[in-house]
T-cell receptor, first 114, second 113 residues
Framework: GNSVTQMEGPVTLSEEAFLTINCTYT??????LFWYVQYPGEGLQLLLK?????DKGSNKGFEATYRKETTSFHLEKGSVQVSDSAVYFC?????????????FGKGTRLSVIA | EAQVTQNPRYLITVTGKKLTVTCSQN?????MSWYRQDPGLGLRQIYY???????DKGDVPEGYKVSRKEKRNFPLILESPSPNQTSLYFC????????????FGQGTRLTVV
């Protein structure tokens, strides 16, 4: 079956530090890949997505590249801010089944301190 | 404003007392689903609907029911809630998958005592 594995948290960084959150996936088909962010007390919001190999998704300074050869979709940001503190979820959606639910990783909590 | 609206945001109830969590979207999306979020487990799909009158089980459907009589609404029904259904619930909607993003509601925190 499909699954997503992302690095365990929590991750604590100082402001302006470089961020990497690792995400790898297993899929029977050819999935679309997503990063969602959940701010405290809120629902999930799409941060970025990539739908085919070598695509780079980017938004708000965050980037992730769809690497089919390593089945990875690592999230990066060059300089984090306190306002980036949130829980980040990597997810996939398989194209090859009738029900294409989002399959989520367990989430990585990021805390950025000033 | 495009949104998914869930109600209530918070609910404390007793074991066995039937409850309904409502979900409504204003984006004319075909696909809607319910997830529960539990610490250490991430989000897991409970039920989904690919269109009006078409619903099916997700990964953890036991103890839940849904209906899709109208395109915009997708209520989650707990006929006889139990403490193991204490969780944070999210409704989501999207255009037909797979490349489309899902829009999530604000969440419903349910406690069953």
């Amino acid at each position: 079956g499909n699954s997503v594995t992302q690095m365990e948290g929590p991750v604590t960084l100082s402001e302006e530090a470089f961020l990497t959150i690792n995400c790898t996936y297993t899929a029977t088909g050819y999935p679309s890949l997503f990063w969602y962010v959940q701010y405290p007390g809120e629902g999930l919001q799409l941060l970025l997505k990539a739908t085919k190999a070598d695509d780079k998704g980017s938004n708000k300074g965050f980037e992730a590249t769809y690497r089919k050869e390593t089945t990875s979709f690592h999230l990066e940001k060059g300089s984090v801010q306190v306002s980036d503190s949130a829980v980040y979820f990597c997810a996939l959606r398989d194209r090859n089944s009738g029900n294409t639910p989002l399959v989520f990783g367990k989430g990585t909590r990021l805390s950025v301190i000033a | 404003e495009a949104q998914v609206t869930q109600n209530p945001r918070y609910l404390i109830t007793v074991t066995g007392k039937k409850l309904t969590v409502t979900c409504s979207q204003n984006m004319n999306h075909e696909y809607m689903s319910w997830y529960r979020q539990d610490p250490g487990l991430g989000l897991r799909q409970i039920y989904y609907s690919m269109n009006v009158e078409v619903t099916d089980k997700g990964d953890v459907p036991e103890g839940y029911k849904v209906s899709r009589k109208e395109k915009r609404n997708f209520p989650l029904i707990l006929e006889s809630p139990s403490p193991n259904q204490t969780s944070l619930y999210f409704c989501a909607s999207s255009l037909a998958p797979p490349n489309t993003e899902a829009f999530f509601g604000q969440g419903t925190r349910l406690t069953v005592v």
